[in-house]
């Protein structure tokens, strides 16, 4: 008799966290939450997170979640994220954008994430949702791994940058 199969335990590993965003990883999936202000040496940081974790593991997929209380990025940063997502667009897999707010405000920051988009326009695969569980279903569907498995770790580590971030202190 075969010794029954444990199922595998999502594993994330919380690589930044600040009260403006944080940075984690799962599996081949790089998860970012901005908070409150998305800064340009964020973006530049995220970029050489990106360039190292595909190094190790080949494309990875990218998941940004936009917090409610994020403000609109400077210029500057709109270019870094623009920069960023045209120099790793052979690393990524896939490129999912989350802003759940609702109303005029979220309106306006989706139309932002949209113009990065086709300032950059990355050949990788690159959305806007307005929901996670969306933006998570999408991104899953994109990886070799168990969509099922990946989604669900997608959404653990969703949930610990928001966690770690309640706790982070300005």
Do not use: Y
Not at 82 to 103: C, D, P, Q, W, Y
Not at 133 to 162: F, K, T, Y
């Amino acid at each position: 008799m075969a010794p029954a199969k444990r199922p595998v335990q999502p594993e994330v590993r919380i690589l930044r966290s600040e009260a403006s965003h944080g940075i984690a990883v799962s599996g081949r999936t790089l998860i970012v939450l901005w908070q409150t202000e998305t800064r340009a040496q964020a973006v530049v940081e995220l970029a050489a997170v990106l360039a190292t974790h595909a190094a190790e593991l080949g494309r990875v997929a990218l998941l940004q979640v936009i917090g409610d209380h994020a403000t609109s990025p400077d210029s500057a940063t709109r270019a870094a994220l623009a920069e960023m997502l045209k120099a790793n667009e052979t690393r990524i897999v896939a490129s999912a954008v989350v802003f759940e707010a609702v109303g005029f405000r979220a309106s306006m920051i989706r139309s932002i994430v949209i113009g990065i988009s086709m300032l950059s326009r990355p050949k990788c695969p690159h959305t806007v949702f307005a929901s996670a569980n969306e933006g998570i279903a999408w991104l899953s569907a994109h990886l070799d791994d168990d969509p099922s498995h990946s989604a669900e770790c997608m959404r653990l580590a969703v949930a610990q940058l928001r966690q770690h971030a309640g706790h982070v202190s300005t």
